[in-house]
């Protein structure tokens, strides 16, 4: 289960999703929002769903390597049926919300399976830009907000590594009852999040022998220009953009 966990992971393959300059892919994904936003009817979430397939499918990964943060999601899914029918929200809707949601998941995936660490704060800072106008460190918040996908990836690791380590003892995490599963799962997540947080410390302080700083301009690795496919993929996402809100108001 774990082992397939793949949010906050760089997947090394060449495509053209992999060579769009990350400022690009962070305004695809922030017009993506506004599209997921106005989808709420089921022609446009099929719509949507075409859409999604054919974007995953530029990326070189296997499509079925996306859907296996499904298995994850689940318990939200639950969480969220289970809230809605206490708000008397109909099936329906609630299927809408969770698989729009689900959309916009798959878009975070590509974004840290194409996009390496040091580009998406190199973006992030870039589309942050006018947080500054009210003195808000951009450099730090795009580190921020990086660090804590990334986290997943190592949380993810470290828990893989305690199951190993239980079952050896001959605690077996994937062959016990749901209960068990429980009680295990919470025996080693405290640990596991100690592990994550000593890690981003660690990282922390390698970053600052390597002179980095976010209170000074940096110069970047990559000389991010904006091509033809990046102008390409923003125009599709305007004209979807477009296409939906006319659907949804009229």
Known sequence: MFHNFLLGRLYPVHSKIHSMNPISKLLCFLLFIVISFFSATLPLCILLLVFIILFLNMTNISIRTYFTIIKFLIPIYLVAIIINLIMSISLFDTFIILLRFTFVIFYIMVLTLTTPFTELIYGLEKILFLFKLIGVNTSKLALSITLFFRSFSSLI??????????????????????????????????????????????????????????????????????????????????????????????
Do not use: Q, W
């Open 157 to 250: 690791d470290e828990i893989n590594r305690i199951i190993k380590t239980e079952a050896s003892r001959g605690l077996d995490f994937y062959h016990s009852t749901v209960k068990e599963k429980i009680l295990l799962f919470r025996s080693f997540i405290m640990p596991s999040l100690i592990f994550v947080e000593r890690r981003n410390k660690e990282l922390r302080k390698s970053m600052l022998l390597r002179l980095y700083s976010t209170r000074r301009k940096r110069t970047n690795f990559r000389m991010n220009k904006i091509g033809l496919f990046d102008g390409f993929m923003l125009f599709i996402h305007i004209i979807l953009l477009f296409l939906v809100i006319k659907k949804a108001i009229l």
